[in-house]
């Protein structure tokens, strides 16, 4: 087992790998798919993509990410493995999450177009054509955009709904709308992306801020051809307050506009109650009534305050720790270069 945080050690940097014919063998096409309890699905997902594959105009590989899986997914994954060259894979230590085992799988795809996508098939592999006609015509980054989403519930569609727009509202860049991870990146765009050391990944977002030329294709998004939802609802909402803090300031913004409202507040209530001592005596504002609600109001302020930094503080108190990224106890096929001494040095 060995750990992996720095893109170039102890492993040789993809773009050098990339750039040696006699260790990429001349891949073109990098499939990176996360995978994690997927068992139900990959038999579909390898056949779909080997259909895919058969049809295009250059080498492929395809780079399966197990993140933990407790089911027999990993056992499936070798078994591909072992008949088809071109199926390579990383298997991790334990789940690490959805975004650091695409993070795993970007910094060891070696081609000059990396195509992302799941593994439950939502994000269909007959798409990729399409992604591939418009890096061809010169865009860095094409990523799918959903139009409609199948199968899935009301609160769903408008959590996602309201979240992607309120992540572009508040967001220091233009991050697009209605867009997951399955998309098509230039070599690099994956290796500035393998660069950046930060752990609290949203890849959607670190995608839009590197710039370069990209552009979108619609899609209806499909429902899953098998199995169960892995992104929970707390998943999802846990990505997302991820996504806001790496993004945006604005938060930090809004405690500081709860606390010139909430003085704002208690000045006016100050001169309110002078009136009432003086030409309202009577009224049942004045006294405990009165600083009851004033205690609640300044109590509430305080706690969100200290919850928005306890937010960007705990982001900051997982940078500075250092990890790795994750750590591998298995890769099958993979161009690494790796001796103890490296991996000593992480130690």
């Not at 003085?263 to 009851?292: E, K």
């Amino acid at each position: 087992m060995f750990s992996y945080n720095n893109p170039l050690t102890p492993f040789s940097s993809p773009s050098s790998i990339a750039s040696n014919p006699d260790q990429s063998g001349n891949i073109t096409y990098s499939f990176v798919i996360p995978i994690y309890n997927e068992e139900d699905n990959i038999a579909e997902l390898y056949r779909r993509l080997k259909a895919l594959i058969n049809t295009l105009d250059a080498p492929s590989e395809i780079i399966l990410v197990d993140d933990g899986s407790c089911d027999r997914t990993l056992p499936l994954i070798r078994q591909l493995h072992q008949n088809d060259p071109t199926v390579r894979y990383v298997s991790l230590a334990r789940n690490f999450g959805h975004q650091i085992a695409l993070t795993a799988g970007l910094q060891f795809a070696i081609g000059n177009a990396i195509i992302v996508m799941d593994a439950d098939l939502q994000d269909p592999p007959e798409v990729v054509p399409d992604l591939i006609q418009q890096w061809q015509q010169g865009y860095q980054v094409v990523y799918a955009q959903r139009i409609s989403r199948q199968r899935e519930g009301i609160f769903k569609r408008f959590t996602a709904y309201m979240f992607y727009r309120f992540l572009q509202r508040l967001s220091d860049i233009h991050i697009p709308t209605d867009t997951g991870d399955f998309c098509l990146m230039d070599r690099q765009i994956v290796d500035l992306l393998n660069q950046m050391p930060e752990r609290n990944r949203y890849i959607r977002g670190l995608r839009a801020w590197v710039g370069f030329r990209q552009t979108a294709i619609t899609l209806h998004r499909p429902p899953r051809f098998a199995g169960d939802v892995k992104y929970t609802f707390r998943k999802s909402l846990t990505l997302a307050l991820s996504s806001i803090m790496a993004f945006s300031k604005v938060p930090l913004r809004l405690a500081t506009y709860l606390g010139l409202f909430a003085s704002a507040l208690a000045v006016f209530m100050m001169f309110l109650t002078l009136y009432w001592r003086f030409f309202n005596p009577s009224s049942q504002l004045i006294g405990y009534t009165m600083i009851t609600m004033a205690i609640f109001f300044l109590g509430a302020v305080q706690l969100i305050c200290l919850g928005i930094l306890g937010e960007y503080v705990g982001q900051i108190y997982e940078e500075i720790k250092g990890r790795p990224l994750y750590t591998v106890k298995e890769v099958g096929h993979l161009p690494i270069s790796y001796s103890p001494s490296s991996y000593d040095a992480l130690h």
